[in-house]
């Protein structure tokens, strides 16, 4: 069973930098039918992907976040990591990572089975 | 990008009703030499993540009830619950996996509650 778990500050400054690691456990982050994704949600709002990186380190941002985002993987330690920079208000947010298929060697497609808990960040001073 | 539009926001149905959730994508996400669409759906309860119901339109993953239906082509898409439940109290949400390279956008969301 592959298990998902995001760790990182819940409390960030404005205009600096939100860094979150999400740990992969039961399965390899290395595997060729996967995407690992970032995805977000504002308190009482609704869902929002950040970006997805493959385990050769090939990334895909949403373009609204693109310029701030920088999205990393580590398959020694079976992690990915998230670095959102300049933050604002606006990204407060529970962050969530989660396993994304490949198409045409994933049997879902491009969709995302495996979710963490998800971590609350708050931007404030 | 591919705007994914659902309806209603909001949604009260009696137990045991038939509960119906639509999604309209601004462009055709049928992908036409595979004959599949590109669209998911999730449930999202209380303080949880989102749990994957539904992919391709209209296949339910492993371990989802069968009152839990999607259909639809192109760019509009419906879930169905056939006999509301308690516990399919969440929001529901669609989402587009067929933009390239990958680019997922979801749908805003509809709150699913008992009548």
């Known amino acids: 069973q592959v298990q998902l778990q995001e760790s990182g500050p819940g409390l960030v400054k404005p205009s600096e930098t939100l860094s979150l690691t999400c740990t992969v456990s039961?399965?390899?982050?290395?595997?060729?039918?996967?995407?690992w994704g970032w995805i977000r949600q504002p308190p009482g709002k609704g869902l929002e992907w950040i970006g997805s990186?493959?385990?050769?380190?090939?990334?895909y941002h949403n373009p609204s976040l693109k310029s701030r985002v920088t999205i990393s993987v580590d398959t020694r330690k079976n992690q990915f990591f998230l670095k959102l920079s300049s933050v604002t208000a606006a990204d407060t947010a529970v962050y969530y990572c989660?396993?994304?298929?490949?198409?045409?060697?994933?049997?879902?497609?491009?969709?995302?089975?495996?979710w963490g808990q998800g971590t609350l960040v708050t931007v404030s001073s | 990008d591919i705007v994914m539009t659902q309806s209603p926001d909001s949604l009260a149905v009696s137990l045991g009703e038939r509960a119906t959730i639509n999604c309209k994508s601004s462009?055709?996400?049928?992908?036409?030499?595979?004959?599949?669409?590109?669209l998911a759906w999730y449930q999202q309860k209380p303080g949880q993540p989102p749990k994957l119901l539904i992919y391709?339109?209209?296949t339910r993953e492993s371990g989802v009830p069968d009152r839990f239906s999607g259909s639809g082509s192109g760019t509009d898409f419906t879930l169905t619950i056939s006999s509301l439940q308690a516990e399919d109290v969440a929001v529901y949400y669609c989402?587009?996996?067929?933009?390239?390279?990958?680019?997922?956008?979801f749908g805003q969301g509809t709150k699913l509650e008992i009548k």
């Open positions: 989660a396993r994304g298929g490949r198409d045409g060697y994933n049997p879902r497609g491009e969709t995302f089975d495996y």
């Open positions: 039961g399965g390899s982050i290395s595997g060729s039918s996967y995407y």
């Open positions: 990186i493959y385990y050769s380190g090939a990334t």
């Open positions: 462009q055709s996400v049928l992908y036409s030499s595979k004959n599949k669409n590109y």
């Open positions: 391709w339109a209209s």
């Open positions: 989402q587009q996996y067929y933009s390239t390279p990958p680019g997922y956008t």
